[in-house]
């Protein structure tokens, strides 16, 4: 009997599946930046005692997409467009370097992910949901990083990964103007990973980070306003 294909199950602590809801509540879009988070009322919906919330918020408040204010609480992460500079200027050279290198390889199984997460965008652009929309947009981003066989980019890439979570998020639910708007956004990129450009996959990766930061940066400035 072989056994090398079967992976050991993972054994999560409350803390982790705690902190797992929460961040996926919290990027769905369902509390607006800048939006409390209430200690009693979360850890009566979760059935979790206020230590354990308060664990899984300190480790959101370290990915940088909570906020804890002294003697008031908690507050989803207001993008402001200093952070919105920040993030698209660092995701574009993670991601173009991610892009340029998934591109160029070649084993079955790496073509295969890639090709599965380009595939899963499409579908979730043509159902139509934010928030399928959202995760399909940014697992596809997670997909070409890991695609790249770079064990240092990927690492901090994982630093910041729940910021870009964030920054996708807010543009798609109020940037975007629908399904054509995302999938045009990723089309380029798309077509060069298919076509095994590296050159191309890399400037389509920097170029729609660069567009997309600008078009929140307005956004969150026409808001200000």
């Given amino acids: 009997m072989l056994l090398d294909k079967l992976r050991p199950v993972a054994r999560q602590s409350t803390e982790t599946l705690v902190t797992d809801a929460l961040r996926d509540y919290i990027l769905s879009g369902e509390v607006a ?4 988070l209430t200690e009693i009322a ?3 919906q979760l059935g979790v005692a206020r230590a354990t919330l308060r664990t899984a918020l300190h480790r959101l408040a370290a990915e940088g997409i909570i906020l804890q204010i002294p003697y ?4 989803v992460a207001s993008l402001t467009p ?6 698209w200027t660092l995701r574009g050279s993670l991601e173009s370097l991610a892009s340029r290198l998934a591109a160029a390889r070649e084993e079955p199984e790496v073509r295969i992910a890639l090709d599965r997460a380009c595939q899963d965008l499409l579908d979730a652009c043509a159902s139509g949901g934010v928030q399928a929309m959202s995760d399909a947009d ?16 990927a690492a ?3 630093i910041v990964e729940q910021q870009v979570r964030l920054f996708i998020a807010t543009s798609n639910r109020h940037v975007a103007t629908g399904p054509e708007d995302i999938l045009a956004q990723h089309e380029p990129l798309i077509a060069a990973l298919r076509a095994r450009d590296p050159e191309a996959a890399a400037r389509a990766a920097w170029q729609h980070d660069e567009t997309e930061g600008h078009r929140l940066t307005e956004w969150l400035a026409h808001r200000e306003a």
């Fill in 42 to 44: 979360l850890s009566e």
């Fill in 156 to 158: 901090q890439y994982r």
């Fill in 82 to 87: 200093q952070d919105v500079w920040e993030i």
């Fill in 138 to 153: 940014f697992a596809l981003h997670r997909a070409i990083v890991e695609a790249a066989g770079h064990g240092r980019l």
């Fill in 33 to 36: 930046p800048g939006g409390r």
């Fill in 72 to 75: 008031t609480g908690w507050q």
